[in-house]
C-alpha cells in the first residue's frame, strides 16, 4: 500500500515539473528579460521599452494576476481595492520609489487593473507631469 502512494506521488511530482515552464522571454517586440531586470524602472531600461509595451498591451488583457506576473514579473507596487479589485504597478522611469517604494512618484507608469476574478481589464497609463 505505501508503494502504491509513493508511486502515485512520484507520479504526481513529475507530472507537475513537466507541466512547470520558465516565463517567456519576448512578447511581440517586447524583451520580457529586459522588462523584468529593471525592476521599479530605476536603470531606465522600461522606458526604451514603453512603446513595444503599448503594442502588446492588448494581447495581456483577459490574462489572470498570476500569468501576468509571470510573464511581466513581480509588479513594483500591489494594491487592493474595493470589491477585490487588484492592481499592478509598473514603472518605466526612475524615480522616488527607487529610494522608497512608498514614497510618492511622478515616474511614468503603466496602472493594470483587475477584477474581482482576477482578469486584467484595463490598462492605464501615467506620464510625469509637464
Not at 512547470?20 to 517586440?29: D, Q, R, T, V, Y
Not at 525592476?39 to 531600461?45: A, Q, T
Request: with cysteine; aromatic share 10%; net charge positive.
Amino acid at each position: 500500500m505505501t508503494k502504491v502512494i509513493v508511486n502515485i506521488l512520484s507520479w504526481i511530482a513529475i507530472s507537475w515539473l513537466i507541466g512547470c515552464s520558465s516565463p517567456p522571454e519576448k512578447l511581440g517586440n517586447l524583451d520580457l528579460k529586459k522588462w523584468r531586470s529593471d525592476r521599479k524602472g530605476c536603470n531606465n531600461v522600461r522606458s526604451t521599452l514603453q512603446n513595444d509595451f503599448k503594442a502588446i498591451q492588448g494581447e495581456l488583457k483577459g490574462k489572470f494576476a498570476d500569468d501576468i506576473g509571470e510573464i511581466l514579473g513581480r509588479p513594483d507596487i500591489h494594491q487592493l481595492g474595493e470589491r477585490n479589485l487588484k492592481y499592478y504597478v509598473y514603472f518605466f522611469e526612475k524615480g522616488p520609489q527607487c529610494e522608497d517604494i512608498k514614497a510618492k512618484s511622478a515616474a511614468a507608469k503603466v496602472i493594470l487593473k483587475f477584477n474581482a476574478v482576477g482578469l486584467l481589464t484595463e490598462i492605464t497609463y501615467q506620464d510625469r507631469p509637464l
